[in-house]
Structure formats: C-alpha cells, structure tokens
Nanobody, 117 residues
C-alpha cells in the first residue's frame, strides 16, 4: 500500500513556528492535489490547506494568514509552514492526496503538533 510520510511535528510555545513535511511517491505527487489535515483529540479530522499541482492554494479560515502550504517538485514533498501557533492548533497533522473531496491513499501515522501556553 502507498503511504505518505509526515514529519516535523513537535512541542512549541504559543506564538511559535513549525514546518511540517510530507514526502510522497512520484506517481501520487505528480497527479493529485495535496492537502494537510489535522485531528485533535475527540474531534473529527479536518482539512487545513490544499495545494494543486499548478500551485493554487486554499486554506481553512482558522489558519488563513498563519499557515502556508507549498510544494517542492524536485523532492516530491509538500510543506506546511505554521506561524503564530495557538493552543487550539494542537493536533495530529496528516497529509494526503486529494481527488475532489476524497482522499486517495490510506492515512499514515501523522505528526504530532503540541502548542503549549
């Protein structure tokens, strides 16, 4: 099975920054939009940001102006730069390929982001 590999999470103080990375196989990276998602304890998984192969981006309202999604085509890697982190950003962050409103590959383990106040 194909899995995407998330990394870069950690513990950070309120107002701090982290950059997450998601490495994807070329056949996935080249053919789909890519998205970052998150799931807080007791909550449903939610979409955070999307980037298409052409570089168009879209963000959930709760991260607009604070998070930036980008992709490095030479490395088949998608990034999520997170600034001005808040305690409510604490969650496990996942990436996935997107086909419309659906995801393409099984969910990986994600990477834990914890924002302490």
């Amino acid at each position: 099975q194909v899995h995407l590999i998330e990394s870069g999470g950690g513990l950070v103080q309120v107002g701090g920054s982290l950059t997450l990375s998601c490495a994807a196989p070329a056949n996935i990276y080249d053919n789909y939009a890519m998205g970052w998602y998150r799931q807080a304890p007791g909550e449903q998984r939610e979409l955070v940001a999307t980037i298409t192969s052409g570089g168009w981006t879209n963000y959930a309202d709760f991260v607009k102006g604070r998070f930036t999604i980008s992709r490095n085509n030479a490395k088949n890697t998608v990034y999520l730069q997170m600034n001005s982190l808040k305690p409510e950003d604490t969650a496990i962050y996942y990436c996935n390929a997107q086909l419309g409103l659906n995801t393409v590959v099984p969910w990986g383990q994600g990477t834990q982001v914890t924002v302490s106040s």
